[in-house]
């Protein structure tokens, strides 16, 4: 049981490029989110997958497009990276606890991303 | 999504109990608070959450006040591994356009918690 897994998990990219982050998870989660966290800040929502064949904007989605893949994949496209987008990227998933009318969240690793 | 205060900062000695306050003077009743950690730069890492009582699972504990609008996040017996970033977030459950619910949350800054030998 891998958990959330994330690729790649370093990435240069020279201004303009594209370039897609990749998301997995084993634990059969409905939803699946998209954060990014730059240096001495907390992590900022980009996108979320509430649920399959579903997507919805965070709140920095500009610059940023998403694919639910399926169940199990969900990614994240930069389509012509900025500077401003350096940035780690963290991809995590949750369900929602049988006991209780609330969710615990599984982060990936993260991708440590620098555009030039 | 009810706002949270904490202190920017603390120290504990290894092996000390570490308390970590948090404030949330405007949560609501269907908000629960939530903890998580992130080891430098880790994904982050859940470590418990609740609605009004007090809580505990095998990495801490936590104390929620009679009024709600306070908590203490306790490691009982801090280890030079329990120094990260402590995040209190407070929230409901969120639903989507066709009213799927999910469970986003919003990160603040955070404390730095450094556990000494």
């Known amino acids: 049981n891998a958990g959330v897994t994330q690729t790649p998990k370093f990435q240069v990219l020279k201004t303009g490029q594209s370039m897609t982050l990749q998301c997995a998870q084993d634990m059969n989660h409905n939803s699946m989110y998209w954060y990014r966290q730059d240096p001495g800040m907390g992590l900022r929502l980009i996108y979320y997958?509430?649920?399959?064949?579903?997507?919805d904007k965070g709140e920095v989605p500009n610059g940023y497009n998403v694919s639910r893949l399926n169940k199990r994949e969900f990614s994240l496209r930069l389509e012509s990276a900025a500077p401003s987008q350096t940035s780690v990227y963290f991809c995590?998933?949750?369900?929602?606890?049988?006991?209780?009318?609330?969710?615990?969240?599984?982060f990936g690793p993260g991708t440590r991303l620098t555009v030039t | 999504d009810a706002k949270t205060t904490q202190p920017t900062s603390m120290d504990c000695a290894e092996g000390r109990a570490a308390n970590l306050p948090c404030n949330h003077s405007t949560i609501s009743g269907n908000e629960y608070v939530y903890w998580y950690r992130q080891i430098h730069s880790q994904g982050p890492q859940y470590i418990i959450h609740g609605l009004k009582n007090n809580e505990t699972n095998e990495m801490a504990s936590l104390i929620i006040t009679e009024d709600r609008k306070s908590s203490t996040l306790i490691l009982p017996h801090a280890t030079l591994r329990d120094t990260a970033v402590y995040y209190c977030?407070?929230?409901?459950?969120?639903?989507?356009?066709?009213?799927?619910?999910?469970?986003?949350?919003?990160f603040g800054q955070g404390t730095i918690l450094t556990v000494h030998p």
């Open positions: 995590a998933s949750s369900e929602r606890l049988a006991r209780s009318l609330s969710y615990e969240q599984y």
């Open positions: 977030i407070v929230r409901s459950l969120d639903y989507n356009a066709g009213g799927t619910s999910y469970g986003k949350l919003t």
């Open positions: 997958s509430a649920s399959e064949g579903t997507t």
